[in-house]
């Protein structure tokens, strides 16, 4: 059974700090990992993505991989409000069938960034 | 950039009546696109894969001849929601996978509202 597993928050930080967004996934042979957020109403946006193992960086993003742990991780630096949402974990599994590329997704947290 | 437009954004119609929704993948191709559906507060539930060229491969439990779909060319893919009822009434979102990649785009999403 292919899942991705997110805590669903929802996660409460105050304005500047850093918000750390966490996903395992269960299939271990998984290569690719996106991140998306999602404001109430709109549809998803992505943020990022990572194949390899370690920190990949964009501005205020951070997403961070361990394919040992089977965790990836999504770190916001200098938090706003304006990043209060739903973050999307997305992983495309080996398990997806019909070399579909299909992404499973997690349910999301959650963020609210205090003023 | 990879922009995903949707149309109609929002749309109400009477019971028993067909809708058509388009996606369109506007700078890049896109051999593969999704289509989702999202219920309030919950989670994105993928629909069916949609493939350029052949027929549409649709989850568990979606009715294909319900939600007809129509991959036309690689920029344009086609939900049809027959015979709408109230109960179809949900947030629709395409997304679309540009080619050589696994990274999907979404577009803006589809409010259908069934009287």
């Known amino acids: 059974q292919k899942e991705v597993e997110q805590n669903s928050g929802p996660l409460s930080v105050p304005e500047g700090a850093i918000a750390s967004l966490n996903c395992t996934y269960s299939d271990r042979g998984s290569q690719s990992f996106f991140w998306y957020r999602q404001y109430s109403g709109k549809s998803p946006e992505l943020i990022m993505f990572?194949?390899?193992?370690g920190d990949k960086e964009d501005g205020r993003f951070t997403a961070q991989l361990n394919k040992a742990s089977q965790y990836v991780s999504l770190l916001i630096r200098d938090s706003q409000p304006s990043d209060s949402a739903t973050y999307l974990c997305?992983?495309?599994?080996?398990?997806?069938?019909?070399?579909?590329?299909?992404?499973?997704f997690g349910k999301g947290t959650k963020l609210s960034v205090i003023p | 950039g990879a922009v995903v437009s949707q149309h109609p954004s929002r749309v109400i119609c009477k019971s028993g009546t067909s809708v058509k929704i388009e996606c369109r993948s506007l700078d890049f191709q896109a051999t593969t696109m999704f289509w989702y559906r999202q219920f309030p507060k919950k989670s994105l539930m993928l629909m069916a894969t949609?493939?350029?060229?052949?027929?549409?491969?649709?989850e568990q439990g979606v009715e294909k001849d319900k939600f007809l779909i129509n991959h036309a060319s690689l920029t344009l893919s086609t939900l049809t929601v027959t015979s709408a009822h109230p109960e179809d009434s949900s947030f629709y979102i395409c997304s679309a996978r540009r080619d050589a990649t696994d990274t999907q785009y979404f577009g803006p999403g589809t409010r259908l509202t069934v009287l």
């Open positions: 949609s493939n350029e060229g052949s027929k549409a491969t649709y």
């Open positions: 990572i194949y390899s193992n």
């Open positions: 997305a992983v495309n599994m080996n398990d997806s069938g019909a070399g579909s590329y299909q992404l499973t």
